[in-house]
């Protein structure tokens, strides 16, 4: 009797870990190739527990340069983020929530050096559902340095659904540069408030 409780549990288990592996599988918010790494985060994030919402995230990364210091793709990335809430997001959400979210990603509470490069996020709303803003943070992954990165942030409310759909452009690049025509290319998926 004990070894089948033992084997129904372990069945279980493979199986609780299969269905989650599946739901991330079928994430899929922006229109980019799979040439395009991919992670799916699930809300809340791990690195950012305080940032109070139910969802996923999924971040997408340039077939190359991303890391490479002198590529111009260096940390030019998106991500979408599909989250419950009943409203539209204000500046001063998006400014909250990437503060906890780099915090958070460069482990900036970790260590005393790393408090002096706590991030500092600022937004205005360009449109009524498009926001501008600017993100000083810390590099933990290459240089080792802080780095300031240009954000253009496109919010879509699903009423029905009763989410709202967040994506994200970031490049230390001025928006003029040349990597912000392959960043404004990108696009949600058709039906990202059924994702």
């Not at 419950?84 to 482990?107: A, H, P, R, V, W």
Request: hydrophobic residues 35%.
């Amino acid at each position: 009797m004990k070894n089948n409780f033992i084997a129904l549990a372990y069945l279980l288990f493979l199986c609780s870990i299969n269905l989650y592996g599946q739901e991330t599988k079928e994430v899929n918010l922006i229109n980019l190739d799979s040439s395009w790494e991919k992670e799916i985060f699930k809300f809340p994030i791990s690195f950012a527990p305080s940032i109070n919402y139910q969802g996923y995230e999924e971040a997408r990364f340039p077939p190359i340069g991303w890391s490479s210091v002198h590529h111009p793709n260096f940390w030019s990335y998106t991500f979408a983020w599909s989250i419950d809430k009943k409203s539209q997001i204000t500046t001063n959400d998006l400014e909250t929530d990437l503060q906890k979210y780099f915090d958070g990603l460069m482990k900036v509470h970790t260590s005393k050096e790393l408090k002096e490069h706590k991030t500092v996020a600022l937004f205005i709303k360009k449109e009524r559902t498009l926001f501008v803003g600017k993100i000083k943070t810390y590099d933990r992954f290459t240089t080792k340095k802080p780095i300031s990165l240009n954000v253009l942030v496109e919010s879509h409310f699903c009423k029905k659904q009763e989410k709202l759909i967040l994506l994200f452009k970031f490049s230390p690049k001025d928006f003029t540069h040349q990597t912000w025509e392959m960043l404004d290319r990108i696009t949600l998926v058709n039906n990202y408030c059924n994702q």
